[in-house]
């Protein structure tokens, strides 16, 4: 495994200049771009053993939730990455459809883990079903990892306790090792952006029930610190041999300055910094990134390459920038805000939704994920959204979030 300790021969005022030149196409997607932007080919970014499996990763992955085009894709392959998340339901199948052809024309199909899911999953015999229509959508005899998709927001007729119980229940264990037994699935696990508490009985289920292999979970260091629970739920799996990928990190901030003081004399941009304190963490083998364009890419994969772990107090300086800038989706939401609000709506969730649409631009994804809750879950009319923000573990502005959430995905 590549030290992560070790950095390249990209120093750190190399990639200030790089970021300018990167800047002028900071807005442009990946396949918007022509040959002569493209950078020479780098060997793989570092690597983490992801758990008990024993697979090294790219301490950085690429979530595909929107359609990857080959140029792309060889951009991604370019910068070093080689981990790809995809799911039966990004872009509407176009995601999976997209990385089986250039995977095909490539023939790059050995040098990468693939994760895929499935959505909606309710029972271990959907789930062992999806299988070969996974490896059909991908053109591949076998998946690295395959995932229960959002465990603990696919079930809407009083599912919570049967999803949180699913990591330690013997039908989903069985399916699980059958799928393993018949060489079609390595890896099996699940991911989980659900309400706090729940995402904890989750964790804390999986490295007691035995038979997840990995887990992708909504997770940042303001969290972890705050959260003495969360904490010990990441202890539990790293002890019992689950490997920890996490997703949403951070999500985009207009208003963020592209450099800080605390972390320009690092060397590193604000979301350079959230990657690096996330890294920091000895439990988590990869970052799940959205990666829209080739700024992002650049300015992610230098991070990896450069990876240094984080002090306490620059930990601390991450946590702050959290504080600060942090305040459009909340990651540790536990329905306190609701409780506060008086009301039944699902306000993480409603907010969440209009992140992915607004923030990220998967306005599918935020549409569907809107569409899914039910009339009473979207109906926050009449709460009380003071006390909601006042409540938030990351002081959301309701007021202004939840009508721009009913006017853009309803």
Same mark, same amino acid.
């Given at each position: ?205 999986? !490295? *007691?029930? %035995? ?7 909504? @997770?940042?260091?303001?969290?972890? &610190? #705050? ?117 039944? !709506? *699902?306000? %993480? ?7 992915? @649409?607004?923030?990220?631009?998967? &306005? #599918? ?46």
């Amino acid at each position: 495994m590549a030290d992560l300790n070790q950095r390249d021969d990209l120093s750190r005022r190399t990639f200030l200049r790089a970021g300018v030149t990167a800047a002028a196409v900071a807005g442009m997607p990946l396949d918007a771009l022509g040959e002569d932007t493209k950078a020479k080919p780098n060997g793989p970014l570092p690597r983490r053993v992801l758990g008990r499996t024993g697979e090294k990763v790219t301490i950085l992955n690429w979530g595909c939730g929107r359609e990857p085009t080959p140029r792309m894709l060889n951009a991604v392959y370019d910068a070093g990455i080689r981990y790809l998340d995809t799911a039966s339901a990004y872009a509407q199948g176009a995601s999976e459809k997209g990385i089986a052809e250039w995977m095909t024309s490539t023939g790059r199909r050995k040098e990468f883990f693939i994760v895929t899911k499935e959505y909606p999953c309710k029972t271990p015999e959907a789930w062992l079903e999806a299988v070969d229509k996974r490896l059909e959508a991908l053109k591949t005899d076998y998946i690295d990892a395959f995932f229960i998709h959002s465990l603990g927001g696919g079930n809407k007729d009083g599912g919570e306790a049967k999803d949180r119980d699913v990591p330690k229940t013997k039908e989903w264990a069985d399916a699980a090792e059958k799928m393993k037994k018949s060489g079609k699935v390595h890896f099996v696990g699940f991911s989980t952006h659900t309400a706090v508490p729940l995402r904890i009985d989750l964790l804390n289920n999986a !490295a *007691a029930g %035995g038979w997840v292999d990995a887990i992708m979970t909504a @997770y940042d260091p303001k969290l972890v &610190r #705050d959260n003495a629970e969360f904490n010990k739920a990441l202890d539990a799996c790293h002890k019992a041999g689950v490997g920890l990928i996490c997703m949403k990190a951070m999500r985009g901030v207009d208003d963020m300055p592209k450099m800080l003081p605390k972390f320009k004399e690092m060397g590193l941009s604000p979301y350079q910094a959230v990657l690096h304190a996330v890294w920091s963490d000895e439990r988590i083998a990869s970052i799940c990134s959205d990666i829209a364009n080739l700024f992002v890419l650049q300015e992610n994969s230098t991070a990896a390459r450069n990876f240094k772990p984080m002090d306490r107090d620059k930990i601390g300086a991450v946590i702050e920038l959290y504080e600060r800038y942090g305040s459009r989706y909340c990651n540790a939401c536990d329905g306190r805000c609701a409780r506060a609000a008086g009301t039944t !709506a *699902a306000l %993480g969730d409603i907010t969440r939704a209009l992140s992915y @649409y607004e923030r990220d631009g998967l &306005r #599918d994804s935020g549409r569907e994920l809107y569409a899914s809750l039910t009339p009473q879950q979207r109906d926050w009319h009449g709460a009380d959204l003071a006390a909601a923000s006042e409540a938030c573990h990351c002081k959301l502005d309701f007021a202004s979030l939840l009508p721009r959430a009913e006017e853009k995905l309803a």
